[in-house]
Every structure is written in structure tokens, then in C-alpha cells.
């Protein structure tokens, strides 16, 4: 659906955190140092239920190479749409906090644990039992 775009590899490794009450999610300080004071969360571009963070940099690329393509397709002009009204743009709190909003939780199925996964180019937030079910689709 999406071609991939090269992006600098910055995001590894995986962690275990929670929201607090008012829905906001500590980013670990190695994620921090990439995105600065803002960054921007979207659903995942592939589809899968989780919540991507993005640089911003990285975000403005893979918006603008999605736009160039051809959108002729019905299908595809969808995705753009939804992923686009779903994109916020989020400010990192001095304690590296962001606030996730309602309607991604609610995608997301983020309740209070919240597994942070570097996935090399973004940061992917999943829920502990999306995560489970789609590794079991991805290894079939």
C-alpha cells in the first residue's frame, strides 16, 4: 500500500510503560534526545493497530512522498484521509511526556500498559494484547 521511505535508523529496543490518569505516556529518554520538543502520533501507516510517534522531519517526508503518489485510487485516497485526520501534532512535556489523544488510545486499545517499541525510523505504542495477536498474523 505505502512505499517504504528511507529513513536514519534511530529507534531500537523495546519497553514496558504505563499511561498515567490524564492519558499521558514517558517516553524513554533514548527516544527523547531524536524528537526535540514536539513530535507528531498517528495511527500506523501500515494498518496495524498501534500508534506510531514520529519525528517531525520524518513525518513531513512520509506525508509529502504519500501525497505524490498517484491517487486516482479510491482505496487509497481513503487511507490518506483517515491517517491524515488521525495525525496530531504533540509537545513533549520537560518531564518527556506526551499526551495521547482519546480517539488513538481508543484505536490503540491503550488503557494503562503501553509496550514502546523502537521500529527503526518511528516509535510504534502498542497494547500488550494487540501486540500478542498480531505476532501470531505476522509469523502464519
Known amino acids: 500500500m505505502f512505499q517504504a521511505q528511507q ?3 534511530k529507534f531500537f529496543g523495546a519497553y514496558e510503560h504505563s499511561l ?3 492519558g499521558r505516556l514517558t517516553l524513554p529518554a533514548k527516544f527523547r ?8 502520533i498517528t495511527r500506523s501507516q501500515y494498518e496495524d493497530p498501534c500508534l506510531v510517534v514520529w ?3 520524518d513525518f ?3 506525508a509529502n512522498a504519500f501525497q505524490s503518489q498517484d491517487l486516482s485510487e479510491s482505496a ?11 495525525a496530531f501534532d504533540i509537545e513533549i512535556d520537560k518531564a518527556g511526556r506526551l499526551a495521547l489523544p482519546q480517539a ?4 490503540a486499545d491503550l488503557d494503562r500498559e503501553v509496550l514502546v517499541h523502537g521500529a527503526i525510523g518511528t516509535i510504534e505504542l502498542w497494547s500488550p494484547g494487540n501486540w500478542t495477536s ?6 502464519t
Open 20 to 22: 498515567d490518569i490524564k
Open 134 to 139: 498480531s505476532q501470531g498474523v505476522a509469523r
Open 33 to 40: 534526545s531524536f524528537l526535540g520538543e514536539k513530535c507528531f
Open 7 to 9: 529513513m536514519q535508523a
Open 55 to 57: 519525528t517531525q522531519e
Open 60 to 62: 513531513f517526508s512520509f
Open 76 to 86: 487509497l485516497r481513503w487511507n490518506m484521509r483517515i491517517w491524515a485526520s488521525e
Open 104 to 107: 488513538l488510545r481508543r484505536f
